[in-house]
């Protein structure tokens, strides 16, 4: 089951919202999450920043008041989910270097610990993601059990994982997602947005009742290697 998730803030509160509904999921141990990489902005260059505020006011072509009484109810309900949220101050940029990163701790499995800390930086904390380069990321990625030399190679060079996170951009159009949050159960049940948790319970519960068992083809008895070993062939 594989939500495309992006760090965006309604991602952020939709993934807790995901994660309660997983925590109650009777199943919850057999279900594997997957994060996917998603770019809300990949025109835009590095080391373009700005301020969240007008950028939204500009984007959706609303005043900047408007903008900022939608940050506060994204507070409101990031708050109702025990997450921190700072409605004031924060800024934009490409993402691009963060996702590269991603796929390198899901190789090492830490892929979790960094999109939480990447959430927690972006939202709730002061110290911008996009102007202190990238030892601000190398910081959160030793944070979350990386080794700090091989996350900066990974940053020094463009090229490492680009085509890891591109190849799930292109998955996310053949899935159907034109923005996120966005969840993939099973590759047969969709769940688009920052939905409630119990949402989420009910597509977990149609997803799993719906599983289809494994068919055979041909004879089931045929030779093959299980765990006590490979059937010797016996000559009549």
């Not at 109650?24 to 590095?46: T, W």
């Not at 190789?107 to 939480?116: A, F, S, T």
């Not at 904390?125 to 944070?143: I, K, Y």
């Not at 034109?178 to 769940?191: A, E, H, I, N, S």
Request: hydrophobic share 40%; net charge negative.
């Amino acid at each position: 089951m594989a939500p495309l998730v992006h760090g965006c803030p309604w991602c952020y509160v939709g993934k807790a919202r995901f994660e309660k509904a997983l925590a109650a999921f009777p199943h919850r141990d057999e279900v594997e999450v997957v994060h996917r990489s998603f770019e809300l902005d990949p025109g835009r260059a590095k080391g373009e920043v700005q301020p969240v505020i007008p950028m939204l006011a500009r984007k959706y072509g609303m005043s900047e008041a408007q903008a900022q009484a939608g940050e506060d109810n994204l507070g409101a309900q990031a708050a109702a989910e025990g997450l921190d949220y700072r409605t004031r101050g924060r800024d934009h940029g490409n993402t691009f270097d963060m996702h590269r990163l991603l796929h390198f701790a899901k190789e090492h499995g830490r892929q979790d610990q960094l999109i939480q800390l990447l959430y927690r930086a972006n939202f709730a904390e002061e110290r911008s993601l996009f102007t202190e380069g990238d030892e601000r990321l190398v910081e959160l990625a030793a944070e979350a059990g990386l080794d700090a030399g091989a996350a900066r190679a990974v940053l020094a060079d463009p090229d490492a994982y680009a085509d890891e996170v591109r190849a799930d951009e292109r998955e996310a159009a053949q899935l159907g997602a034109t923005g996120v949050p966005f969840f993939v159960l099973d590759r047969k049940y969709g769940v688009s947005g920052a939905q409630p948790a119990e949402v989420f319970t009910q597509a977990l519960t149609q997803a799993w009742g719906e599983r289809s068992p494994l068919r055979l083809v041909g004879q089931g008895d045929s030779e093959a290697c299980g765990p006590d070993g490979c059937a010797v062939p016996r000559h009549g």
